[in-house]
Every structure is written in C-alpha cells, then in structure tokens.
C-alpha cells in the first residue's frame, strides 16, 4: 500500500505540472458533504490510505499533510506510517492550519496556484479557502478541476442501488406536510425556494431510502425546491417503477443527476435559499436568479425533531437491539472463556444476532471492537492486519449500532473479559459517572447541548481528565447514526434541544498504550416541567441494554446514581425479559444486581 500511494502522488505531481498547479487539496467530502462517502468520491483516501471519516489532504510539488480529528490520531499516524504524509493534529495549539501551511511551503514561488474541486468542496469552506489565500501573498483558487479523473483508473463509479419506499407507518408523516412545513420556514427566512444537497435530508423529505453509501440508507441526488414546485435530480436507473409511481403521485418531477446546474439556471424564482455549509461551491455559483439567500437549511432542525410514530419506531427499534444485545454478551462471557475469540469474529457474532432481529437492515456504522491498548483509539476498527485475540482479562470496548426499518441504534459498552487492573476500574467509574450525570440532567427549553456538555465532563474534570470528542449527537430515524444539527460538545454548538430529538450521551477516557472506556446510550430528550420561570426538558435512554457493574467501584457513586442505575436496570430487564428464554433470563439478573 505505501508503494501504490508513492505512485499515486507521483501521477498526481505530474498533473499538477502539466496545470501548472503548486498544491492540491483533497477534502473528505462528496458533492452532498457527507460524513462517509460512496467510494467513487473517496479521493482523499485513495490519495492517502488514511480510512477515516474526517481529513483533508494537501500535496504540494514537495511535500504532503493530511489534517484530522482527535478520533483519528493514534489510526491516521499508523496509516500514514511510511508515506511521505506529515500528519497535522487539528485543533491542537501548534498545528498549523491548512492555509498557513500552504503560504509557508508555497513562499518561494512566484503566483502559485492551488487546486481544489469545487464539486466537493463546500460553499463556505471554499470562499473561506480563497480569502484566506488571498491574504497570504495573493495565491489564488482554481476550482474547475478534477486532477482524479486522469489518474485513478479503476476509479469506482456513481452507485446505481435502487431507491426504495420508506412506508408512513414508519415515518409518520407525508411528504406532502413536509414539502408544506419546509415551504413555511423558507418564507419565514425570506425565501422562495432552496437547494437540497444533504442525502439524508433528502431521504427524510421524500420518505425514500437507499443503500448508495455504507450504513447510510441514502442516495445519490439533489433536491430543488420551489414555492410550487419540487424536483429529484437522480439517475433514472435508481427508480423502480413503484417508486416513479410514488413521485408521480406526489408531484415530484425528475431529472438527470448531472442535470442539477441546468436545474439551477432555469430556477424561476426571484430569490433562492443555499447553505453555505451544504451546497458546494460549484452549484453554489450556478445559481442565476435574482438574489440568493445564505441561510442555514430548515430541513435539519425539521427532521431532528421526530413525530410519535418515530419516537415509537425508536424504543421498538431499541427493544429488539437490546435483546440481541443480551444474548451476545451472554454468549461473549462464555465464548471468551473457551478461547479463540478475536475483536474480528465477536463482531461478527453481534452482527448475526442482530441479524435475526425483524426489520434488520445492516450495521449503522463499522463496528468498533477493540481489546485493551486498541481502545485507546477512538475510532479503531479492526482488520486482519490488526486483529487481536480476547482473552479472559481486561476490558474491550465496543461501539456499534444498527439500521432497523423504524430506527436507528448507536450504543457503547466497555466489557470485562477477566480480571482489571486499579486504574481500569477507577477510569470505568469515573466514565459511568460522567454517563449518568448526563442521563440525569435538568435543562431549559432551547438550551444548546454546549450548555449542559461541562455536566457529563465534571467527574472526570475534577481528577485532571478529559475527552477531546463530543458527548453527544442526534440519531436519524432510520437514516445517519450522525444527525445533526445538535450536539453536546465543549466547542460551542448553538443549536437548541427541544423536545422530541435524539442525542447520544457517551463520555469516554483513553490512556494511549493502554486501554479506552466508553459507555453510551441513545437518550431522547423529553418534557421535564412548567414554572414560572420557563419551560424545562430532561432526557430518557432509548437504549435498552445492561451497563456492567462489575467494573465498577460503587463506593464512588452517589446515591442518585446508584438510583438511577437500579431504576435503569430494572426496567431493562422488564421490557427485554418477555423476549428471553429460561437462561437468558437468570443471566440478566445476575448482570444487573450487582448495583442492588
């Protein structure tokens, strides 16, 4: 792999050359700013053979960096070992950002100019790229150009997955009250009309799925709305009979996917709505009416808020994950007693017995399954090259979730295999501390994830510890395991919670060398009360699934969160008990009395 990226940067140079490009820079993005991408549009992985969801990657004629994430530190170092990629540690004090790195490396020239397609890059991201190269000595942008089109030539193409029907009895609304309550808050932002280029935003307005990209039952296309008017741009190959049926019938015309620009230039209306952060820079500029709005898309906060029917989908969803769950860790105690177990094939073992489940529709996101040091990475995903063998001691950290026809799963449980040492079971407390605080929290109506992020972070702050990650994200209704546009993170977010969204709650700690602690459940925020002094929310676990207690130090919980714990467990045990034979059963019950 390290010769094949020497050969690709090498192919690469020499089409910059022939540009008479200084640097190109390779976003991790699709033309619809995925977080994971079909592979057709996988350039800075193919460039770099970094794997991970976020970086970018700029080469010059010299030199090369990728920038990334605290998730992917410990991943990214260990793929880019060998290649000639610096690896740039985004959001630490002494990284440079990509444009100064980029003045300093381009000094000496005379004109340089960079390259970056503006298919890929984002409207903001892209103006942001070209002030802030304007600065530094006047370098200028080009982004007409895709130097991958010359150089990858088993370059994969578009997928071509059939779209499918999402029924009502799932989503709970149609698209008709949809297509009418994004129409009302584009006129209350002044208005006529938008671009939709978000996937699943799309998936959500149309009640429509796919499968074009991994764990995302998404596809391909563009969405443009008018005050009267609504049209797909998609590939027609996509749309079975049932489905152009379907768009028939709810007045959604269709036109070639690579039609879009053509689309945009006979937009009828006085003004459209594009936001920056998700309309790339190339459609971005394709606009040709009147005047356009740069707004924030109202489609996000619409679908973050989800209807009964969801809600409901979610804790049916929720119920039949918890119970493959159970007989998995059940099976996990034994299976790694007998030996000849690695991270790979207990993986593979959730998956079956997620599989047998109704309404399974495949993994929401690669599984993170990692045994003791590997847990330290954030993000870790095993591979034959890395895969470590389990044995009885120690803790594995498994992240994982699954896409069921009503609803989404994202859940994290830190297991021990054996005997821990001290500091794991000290770390594992403070972590099921932090966890709890959170699932216990108090908070206004509109108060941004921001505000109430310090409540999970302050048992682990009080020891001089700290996550560099978020705490919490939306879940999609059967749509991305990442939904925005909340979040409870330290950096400031300021979108509201309001009643009826989802969030993660999952605190972790990583000791790189040694070992990682995560627990995570999906919460759904709920009303609290009504006073004088304002409308108050609080957050209830979707996530049905036992936190073990054996790990834990419970001379350091409180008495509310010992509370909590017997609360949560027995209801666990209520609600997923019915669906266990004999066995199951009597093993649940012995799991959870621990915190009596």
Not at 69 to 90: C, H, V
Not at 277 to 302: D, F, G
Request: charged share 20%.
């Amino acid at each position: 792999m390290k010769t094949a990226i020497s050969e690709r940067l090498q192919l690469l140079r020499e089409q910059m050359q022939r540009e008479h490009l200084s640097a190109f820079i390779f976003p991790s993005t699709d033309p619809h700013q995925s977080e994971i991408v079909p592979y057709h549009w996988a350039a800075r992985e193919w460039i770099t053979g970094f794997d991970g969801s976020a970086g970018t990657a700029v080469i010059t004629l010299n030199s090369a960096a990728l920038w990334t994430d605290s998730r992917y530190f410990l991943a990214a170092a260990d793929q880019l070992s060998g290649t000639e990629f610096q690896l740039m540690k985004a959001g630490l004090p002494d990284t440079p950002s990509i444009t100064a790195w980029l003045a300093h490396e381009l000094r000496e020239l005379d004109g340089p100019e960079i390259g970056i397609d503006g298919m890929v890059g984002s409207c903001a991201e892209v103006e942001t790229l070209i002030a802030e190269m304007r600065e530094h000595g006047g370098i200028t942008v080009r982004t007409n150009y895709d130097p991958l089109q010359q150089i990858w030539t088993d370059r994969p193409e578009i997928p071509l997955n059939p779209v499918v029907l999402h029924p009502l009895k799932y989503a709970g609304e149609d698209t008709a009250s949809k297509l009418q309550r994004i129409r009302q808050a584009l006129r209350g932002q002044h208005a006529d009309g938008m671009l939709v280029c978000a996937l699943d935003d799309i998936a959500w307005t149309l009640n429509l799925r796919g499968s074009d990209i991994p764990c995302n039952p998404l596809f391909v296309s563009y969405l443009l709305i008018s005050s009267t008017t609504t049209t797909l741009f998609i590939d027609p190959r996509k749309l079975p009979t049932e489905v152009e049926d379907y768009l028939r019938s709810i007045h959604v015309d269709v036109a070639p996917y690579e039609k879009v620009q053509d689309g945009l230039s006979h937009y009828f209306e006085y003004n459209i709505l594009i936001d920056p952060t998700e309309v790339n820079y190339t459609l971005s500029r394709a606009v040709k009416c009147q005047a356009v709005v740069r707004s924030e898309s109202p489609i996000p906060y619409l679908k973050a808020v989800k209807n009964d029917t969801e809600i409901a989908g979610f804790r049916q969803a929720m119920k039949r994950d918890g119970i493959a769950m159970v007989k998995f860790l059940q099976w996990l105690e034994t299976a790694v007693a007998a030996g000849g177990q690695t991270e790979m094939t207990v993986s593979t073992r959730l998956e079956q017995f997620r599989a047998e489940q109704p309404l399974y529709k495949g993994a929401s996101f690669p599984t993170i399954s990692a045994y003791e040091a590997h847990g330290a990475i954030v993000h870790y995903e095993p591979t034959p090259a890395t895969d470590m063998p389990l044995e009885p001691r120690g803790f594995l950290l498994l992240d994982s979730g699954a896409q069921y026809a009503d609803g989404t799963t994202d859940i994290t449980r830190t297991i021990p295999l054996g005997p821990i040492s001290d500091q794991q079971r000290h770390i594992y407390t403070l972590v099921l501390k932090a966890h709890i605080q959170l699932e216990l929290c108090k908070f206004p109506d509109g108060a941004s994830g921001t505000r109430i992020d310090a409540v999970a972070r302050q048992p682990l702050w009080r020891e001089g510890l700290n996550f560099m990650h978020g705490t919490g994200h939306g879940v999609g209704s059967y749509l991305c395991v990442h939904e925005g546009p909340h979040q409870v993170r330290q950096e400031y977010k300021s979108a509201p919670l309001h009643a009826g969204m989802t969030v993660t709650d999952e605190p972790g700690i990583y000791l790189a060398g040694k070992f990682g602690v995560r627990i995570e459940n999906t919460l759904i925020v709920e009303d609290y009360l009504k006073t004088d002094m304002g409308s108050f929310l609080q957050m209830d676990s979707l996530t049905l699934c036992p936190i073990n207690l054996t790990a834990a130090d419970l001379s350091l919980l409180t008495d509310e969160e010992l509370a909590w714990l017997n609360t949560y467990h027995q209801r666990v045990y209520d609600e997923l008990s019915p669906y266990l034979d004999e066995s199951e059963k009597a093993w649940l019950r012995a799991y959870i009395s621990v915190g009596k």
